[in-house]
């Protein structure tokens, strides 16, 4: 049964670079079916799909965040990451990392991480 | 960018009631839409896909129904648990994007 677990700080500067890492356990994130996907959770409020990383490496972001997403994959770790520059407060989220269904289902995420708050904040 | 837009806002009811919440998409998405549940403090956990398809180990009592751009979640007869927040989900166009969600209090 696959599970992820996001990792990484829970305190950006504004301006600074938000680093955020998945490790995912279980045998399908080597299967080649499935996408890695990135949403967040902006406080109270509704939930926004980020971006996906295929197993192959292959990316796709939400336009508005296009400019300042990067998405990455570890295959040997399992893991992928996610990179967001120039935060601001309005980066201040939960962010979850989640499989996505992949080929045949896309965009739909199942698992999900159990997420992790990041503030932006001076 | 395709709107979801869900009703109510929040819903009042009591443990065995049969309550139903709806999505409306800004235009046809056939049959790709989804439900998730999330308990506070929780992630969103996948509850129907595909419209009217429960996910494993989803209890009975959740259904879906609709298609095009009208779609419905119907809670047969509300257990405890089920007084939580539900969003519904597009993934027929590209960005993917999820309704306002709906709160579902104990009355």
């Known amino acids: 049964q696959v599970q992820l677990q996001e990792s990484g700080p829970g305190l950006v500067k504004p301006s600074q670079t938000l680093s955020l890492t998945c490790s995912v356990s279980g045998d399908s994130f080597s299967s080649g079916v499935y996408f890695w996907t990135w949403l967040r959770q902006l406080p109270g409020k509704g939930l926004e799909w980020l971006g996906y990383v295929s197993s192959s490496g292959t990316t796709h972001y939400t336009p508005s965040l296009k400019s300042r997403l990067t998405l990455l994959l570890d295959t040997s770790n399992q893991q992928f990451s996610l990179k967001l520059t120039s935060v601001t407060a309005a980066d201040t989220a939960i962010y979850y990392c989640?499989?996505?269904?992949?080929?045949?289902?896309?965009?739909?995420?199942?698992?999900w991480g159990p997420g992790t708050l990041v503030t932006v904040s001076s | 960018d395709i709107q979801m837009t869900q009703s109510p806002s929040s819903l009042s009811a009591s443990v065995g009631d049969r309550v139903t919440i709806t999505c409306r998409a800004s235009?046809?998405?056939?049959?790709?839409l989804h439900w998730y549940q999330q308990s506070p403090g929780k992630a969103p956990k996948l509850l129907i896909f595909?419209?009217?398809n429960l996910q494993s180990g989803v209890p009975s009592r959740f259904s879906g129904s609709g298609s095009g751009t009208d779609f419905a979640l119907t809670i047969s007869s509300l257990q405890p648990e089920d007084f939580v927040t539900y969003y519904c989900q597009q993934s027929y166009g590209s960005p993917p994007t999820f309704g306002q969600g709906t709160i579902l209090e104990m009355k």
């Open positions: 989640a499989r996505d269904g992949g080929r045949g289902s896309y965009f739909r995420f199942d698992p």
């Open positions: 235009e046809t998405i056939a049959s790709y």
């Open positions: 595909g419209v009217s």
